[in-house]
C-alpha cells in the first residue's frame, strides 16, 4: 500500500542549531500537510503545499514540496526550546483522496 | 470555544469492559475521523464518516463501533477492551484540505 517515510525518527539539538526533517512518498500525492504534536498534545495543523517546487515560510519555519510531489521537506533555522515536539507530514494521494502521515519526527532541543 | 471536542481525556479500564469516547465539533466541517496514535505516535486513521455516512473503516476490529447522530459528533464506542488497545485515540474533522484534532483520549486497559 501507499506509504509516507519520515526521517529522522528522533533528532537531539542544541537550541540555535537548524533542524530538517524529510517527507517521502512512494507514490505522487496531490498535496502535502505538515502538523506539529506537543508532548501530551494533539496535532496542530501548520501549513498546506500544493504545487510543485512550491516553497513557504512561517518564521523560522520553510516547507518545501518536491518538484516530482513526492516528497516534502520542513526546516527550522534557529530551534528554540519552543519548537520541541513531533513534526508529522501527511500527503494525499493522488490516486485514492486519502490523508495518508508519515511516522513523525520527534525533535528535542536543549537549553 | 474548543473547536473539536472529546471526553474523557484519560480513560484506565480493565480488560473485558466496553467504554465509549464522545467527540464533538463546532466547525460545521462535513467529514469527521477517528484517529489511534501507538506509543510509537504512529498515526492510524480507524473511521472517517461524512456527513453521517461511513466513508473509510480501515480494517479495525468489528469490537471498535462508530457512530454518528449527527454531522457534528462522532461518538467511538469499544467493546471488549484489549491491552493492545490501549492508546491515545484522536478524533478528528476536515471541510476541504483542512483538519483539526481534539485533544485526544489517553485509554489504557489493564
Known amino acids: 500500500g501507499q506509504q509516507v517515510m519520515q526521517i529522522p525518527q528522533y533528532q537531539h539539538v542544541q537550541e540555535g542549531e537548524d533542524f530538517t526533517t524529510y517527507c517521502n512518498s512512494s507514490t505522487t500525492l496531490s498535496n502535502i500537510q505538515w502538523y506539529k504534536q506537543r508532548p501530551g498534545g494533539h496535532p496542530v495543523f501548520l501549513i498546506q503545499?500544493?504545487?510543485?517546487?512550491e516553497v513557504k515560510k512561517q518564521k523560522r519555519l520553510t516547507f518545501q514540496f518536491g518538484e516530482a510531489k513526492k516528497n516534502s521537506s520542513l526546516h527550522i533555522t534557529a530551534t528554540q526550546t519552543t519548537d520541541v515536539g513531533t513534526y508529522f507530514c501527511?500527503?494525499?494521494?493522488?490516486?485514492?483522496?486519502?490523508?495518508?502521515f508519515g511516522q513523525g519526527t520527534t525533535l528535542q532541543v536543549k537549553p | 470555544d474548543t473547536a473539536v471536542s472529546q471526553t474523557p481525556k484519560y480513560l484506565v479500564t480493565q480488560m473485558g469492559n466496553d467504554k465509549s469516547i464522545k467527540c464533538e465539533q463546532n466547525?460545521?466541517?462535513?467529514?469527521m475521523y477517528w484517529y489511534k496514535q501507538d506509543s510509537k505516535k504512529f498515526l492510524k486513521i480507524m473511521f472517517s464518516?461524512?456527513?453521517?455516512?461511513?466513508?473509510i473503516n480501515e480494517t479495525v476490529p468489528n469490537r471498535f463501533s462508530p457512530k454518528s447522530p449527527d454531522k457534528a459528533h462522532l461518538n467511538l464506542h469499544i467493546n471488549s477492551l484489549e491491552l493492545g488497545d490501549s492508546a491515545v485515540y484522536f478524533c478528528a474533522s476536515s471541510q476541504g484540505r483542512y483538519r483539526g484534532f481534539g485533544q485526544g483520549t489517553r485509554l489504557t486497559v489493564v
Open positions: 464518516y461524512n456527513n453521517k455516512e461511513l466513508i
Open positions: 501527511a500527503g494525499h494521494s493522488s490516486n485514492t483522496g486519502k490523508l495518508i
Open positions: 466547525l460545521g466541517h462535513d467529514t
Open positions: 503545499l500544493v504545487k510543485s517546487g
